[in-house]
């Protein structure tokens, strides 16, 4: 990954951190439309371009690891409060204790989705070894659209972690010690699979780990998008939805 990459997954991060600290009531209206766009956009992604990469080579079972996947995104989701849902439910009388779970839960989540991000970048290196992915192009494209998709969902669940810690009663030197350590998580797992993990054969199956995941998120999102007391959307959001499917159509190359 460039330095751009790692940049773009630290910076999400912070920047939903510092919005959390500075946006008044009524500015933090726009967060719920942002996960409304950030989990059309990663449903979109999942459906339209990783699965579909997983399931054109010999299938070898990924389906029970997506499966997986998603079974492990409901046990994390113990740990972390459905934060990366965007949610942030105040902790009254918060100890360490309450608060360290979430932020290892969000952590682990974004570690688990950092790898692929590396491996992509090591599996277009020695695309002639493995031959049973569509192409180069394919592989970038995907690196580029789970890049962007797990960007874009990184900033509100740093501006739910934020909030929670905030209202909680943290001070705002330790909110920024866990948001920092949040931030690495994922840039930390690319890296170590673009450095050291050189085989990608195992690739295929963590991408269905990571895809099971994302259908959980996104899904989740979507459906606590609408009305708490009636099945509708409202024009804004399902608006932001729709932008999200269709911007996940796009191949980059």
Do not use: C
Request: charged share 10%.
């Amino acid at each position: 990954m460039s330095i751009f990459d790692y940049a773009l997954l630290i910076g999400t991060v912070l920047l939903g951190g510092w919005l959390a600290m500075r946006l008044d009531t009524r500015q933090e209206r726009a967060i719920p439309l942002l996960l409304s766009f950030s989990g059309a956009y990663l449903l979109g992604v999942t459906i339209l371009h990783v699965i579909p990469d997983l399931f054109h080579r010999p299938h070898q079972g990924y389906s029970y690891w997506m499966l997986g996947g998603f079974i492990l995104q409901l046990l994390l989701e113990k740990l972390t409060k459905g934060v990366e849902h965007g949610h942030a439910h105040a902790l009254p009388n918060a100890r360490y204790r309450q608060i360290l779970p979430v932020l290892l839960g969000l952590s682990l989540h974004s570690f688990l989705e950092g790898f692929p991000l590396g491996g992509y970048q090591q599996l277009a290196a020695d695309l002639a070894t493995f031959d049973d992915f569509h192409d180069h192009g394919s592989s970038d494209n995907i690196h580029r659209q789970l890049l962007i998709g797990i960007s874009l969902h990184k900033l509100p669940a740093a501006f739910a972690l934020v909030t929670l810690m905030l209202l909680s009663g943290f001070r705002k030197s330790i909110v920024w010690v866990f948001l920092i350590l949040f931030s690495l998580s994922a840039p930390l797992s690319a890296f170590l699979a673009q450095a050291f993990l050189l085989d990608t054969a195992w690739l295929p199956y963590l991408m269905a780990i990571v895809a099971g995941s994302f259908l959980h998120i996104s899904t989740t999102i979507l459906f606590e998008s609408g009305s708490p007391t009636e099945h509708s959307l409202s024009s804004w959001k399902l608006g932001v939805i729709l932008v999200g499917f269709g911007l996940s159509l796009i191949h980059f190359h």
